[in-house]
């Protein structure tokens, strides 16, 4: 056990010389296993090792004599040992999930803060291979995806699990060979939580009426679909990224043609990746909102749904758009514009200038729309406000309502709002990149105006 554990850390790259190492301490098997091992490491690699014991305020003196057995054998082991104490309960109720689920976190939170103490490191964790099987159980009966039966990474980010391709029983045999004492948590005998139905119930059904090897091959399973999973996340990576037209400000926009033209598993793929460029915490995102997103991207402009984390999918004019939902600003403004002088619009996000002469923007060509006009055709003062309930622009031959212009221009319904109208009196002259026609330079223009608008 101990040539494979050290077999696994080579593999995965694990561990490099002068590492600082946290390691999450239990008092368990699996824990104590990886401590000794780490500490007869320590030379090799010149570690920096230090053990965490989190009591979780749930097992009243059976807690405190693990976290006292814990002491004393990072005491034997010449090991750094820090000991933290929360009442899960109680934080479970705050977080609003399962004490087992609270618990995880505060292990991890912890176990981070205590690495970013003592100058960043690795973090390392007893989990083994019968976790990785509980881990594909657990997922597959949630219905979950390919992502869902890859079981747990022998690293995940700064976070080392040396143990991974270790089954239970052979790293308790390694203690008992080894006079390594461990404790056993009662609460890991009671069905109480999902893990120990899996554990107690479901692995020796398996294993004595299926195929004794049941464990190991569902993690080699695993391990199979992780290789399978990695090389599906890098090909929807690059469809994303051919999709993307835009990524900022909470906005993601993507091509949903090219979206519709990926094969249906790289499209489903891609669609997560896009979410996750919004909101990176995937944890409440199931199937079911992959597939609202998918409906929506074959729906006609305007169809939208809501997603968790406060994110909302639209389709529009060709494109489907992923944003953070935000309440938006539609009040009644109105800005003056002088000659010469650049006016800022809040609520529109954007610049704008009347000028009497070609003016050097300092912003991309492509970001400004510039509109030249008759000047004398501007009867009175010229302003920057928001669109009116029966604004029209003058066309050729007649007038057209301003809310039809914009809808022939592909303006999405939640952007009309920010498009600046500049009106002189009631006429509105411009809106969007739409000038009217009565303020056209013509043969018999004398003085010409120019009106700038760009975003910085």
Not at 301 to 315: C, F, V, W
Not at 427 to 452: C, E, P, Q
């Amino acid at each position: 056990m101990y040539r494979k554990a050290v077999e696994t850390i080579k593999k995965y790259n694990m561990l490099k010389k002068w590492d600082t190492v946290v390691i999450g301490l239990s008092g368990g098997a699996d824990s104590c296993a990886l401590t000794m091992i780490l500490a007869e490491l320590r030379r090799e690699y010149c570690l920096q090792l230090a053990a965490v014991h989190i009591n979780h305020g749930i097992r009243g003196d059976e807690a405190d004599a693990d976290e006292e057995f814990s002491r004393k054998f990072c005491e034997w082991l010449g090991v750094g040992f820090l000991s933290f104490r929360f009442d899960v309960p109680a934080e479970a109720k705050k977080m609003g999930v399962g004490e087992e689920e609270a618990g995880r976190r505060i292990r991890y939170r912890t176990l981070r803060e205590t690495a970013e103490k003592l100058g960043g490191g690795k973090i390392a964790v007893a989990h083994n291979l019968n976790d990785t099987a509980e881990t594909l159980i657990m997922n597959l009966c949630r219905g979950s995806g390919l992502r869902g039966m890859t079981g747990i990474s022998p690293v995940s980010g700064d976070i080392i699990r040396p143990l991974i391709e270790c089954p239970r029983e052979e790293i308790e045999k390694f203690c008992d060979e080894n006079g390594i004492e461990y404790r056993t948590d009662s609460t890991n005998l009671q069905n109480d939580y999902t893990r120990n139905k899996i554990r107690n119930v479901i692995f020796p059904l398996l294993k004595n009426n299926i195929n004794p090897a049941a464990v190991e091959n569902m993690a080699k399973t695993a391990s199979i679909l992780r290789d399978e999973d990695a090389f599906m996340e890098k090909a929807a990576k690059k469809a994303l990224d051919e999709c993307l037209k835009e990524n900022s400000g909470g906005r993601a926009v993507l091509d949903a043609e090219r979206l519709k033209g990926l094969d249906r598993a790289l499209r489903r793929r891609a669609l997560r990746l896009a979410l996750g460029l919004l909101r990176p915490d995937m944890r409440n995102i199931t199937e079911r909102h992959t597939r609202e997103m998918e409906d929506i991207l074959f729906s006609p402009t305007g169809k939208a749904a809501s997603l968790p984390g406060g994110i909302r999918a639209k389709s529009s004019y060709g494109l489907l758009i992923i944003e953070k939902e935000r309440e938006r600003s539609k009040g009644d403004f109105s800005y003056v514009l002088e000659t010469g002088v650049r006016t800022f619009i809040p609520e529109a996000g954007r610049f704008v200038m009347l000028s009497d002469k070609p003016e050097d923007i300092p912003c991309p060509p492509e970001k400004i729309i510039k509109k030249t006009v008759d000047a004398d055709s501007l009867k009175g003062e010229l302003v920057c406000r928001a669109r009116k309930p029966g604004d029209t622009l003058s066309i050729k031959g007649g007038r057209k309502k301003l809310k039809d212009v914009l809808i022939d221009d592909k303006i999405p319904a939640e952007k009309r709002d920010e498009i600046p109208v500049i009106a002189c009196g009631n006429n509105v002259v411009a809106v969007g990149d739409r000038l009217g026609f009565d303020y056209y330079v013509t043969g018999n223009t004398v003085r010409k105006a120019y009106i700038y608008i760009w975003e910085e």
